[in-house]
C-alpha cells in the first residue's frame, strides 16, 4: 500500500508516490496515449493532447455510463492533469537516475471514496507496471475482485475515510 490520504486546499485526495525503472518518456506514453491508457486505466479515454480539450471515458461495465472530462494542465514529459466528472486526476513525472519518479495526485468528490479509490488505484498502478515492463495486463477491477477486498480492509485499517458504494459488490 503506498497511496496516503490527504487535504489539500480544503478538498480530500489520494497521493501515490512511485519510483519507476523507466524514462519519463516511456512512462509518459503509458500514462497519456490512450492506447495504452486502456490497458491499466479503468476506462478507455478518447481525448486530444491539449490544454481545454475535452475526454470522454468510457467503463466496460454496460452499467456504469461514459463520463466527461478535460485536459487542465499538459506539459510533456513532466505533468498531466485533467478533469474526470467531479474530479482530477494529476500525473506528474521527474526523472530519477535510470528512471523516473511518479506522484499521482486523485482529488475526490467526498472523502468516503478514499479507501474504495486507493485500492482501485493501488490495482490499477500495478497495471501501469507491468505494461511498462512488458508483460501481459490483468483485468484491474475494482470491487469485485478478492485482491481489491483486501487492499481496501488494509486502507480502512489504516484509517482512510471509508463508505462510499463499491461497485460490483
Known amino acids: 500500500m503506498n497511496g496516503t490520504y490527504l487535504e489539500i486546499d480544503g478538498r480530500p485526495a489520494l497521493r501515490f508516490e512511485r519510483s519507476l525503472p523507466h524514462p519519463p518518456d516511456e512512462v509518459w ?24 480539450a475535452r475526454m470522454s471515458f468510457r467503463f466496460d461495465d454496460p452499467d456504469a455510463p461514459p463520463t ?19 474530479e482530477q486526476l494529476r500525473f506528474e513525472l521527474e526523472p530519477a537516475g535510470d528512471g523516473c519518479r511518479l506522484l499521482f495526485t486523485h482529488f475526490l468528490s467526498e472523502r468516503i471514496q478514499a479507501a474504495r479509490d ?3 488505484w493501488e ?31 488494509k486502507y480502512v485499517a489504516a484509517g ?9 459488490l
Open 123 to 153: 490495482m490499477c498502478l500495478a497495471e501501469l507496471d507491468r505494461l511498462l515492463a512488458g508483460e501481459a495486463a490483468e483485468a484491474p477491477g475494482i470491487g469485485a475482485t478478492p485482491a481489491w477486498r483486501e487492499l481496501y480492509d
Open 29 to 52: 506514453r503509458a500514462i497519456t496515449d490512450p492506447a495504452e491508457i486502456r490497458d491499466w486505466f479503468p476506462a478507455a479515454v478518447d481525448y486530444e493532447p491539449r490544454v481545454g
Open 118 to 120: 486507493a485500492a482501485g
Open 68 to 86: 466527461e472530462g478535460e485536459v487542465t494542465e499538459l506539459d510533456p514529459p513532466r505533468l498531466f492533469a485533467f478533469d474526470w466528472g467531479e
Open 160 to 168: 482512510l475515510p471509508s463508505g462510499a458504494e463499491v461497485p460490483g
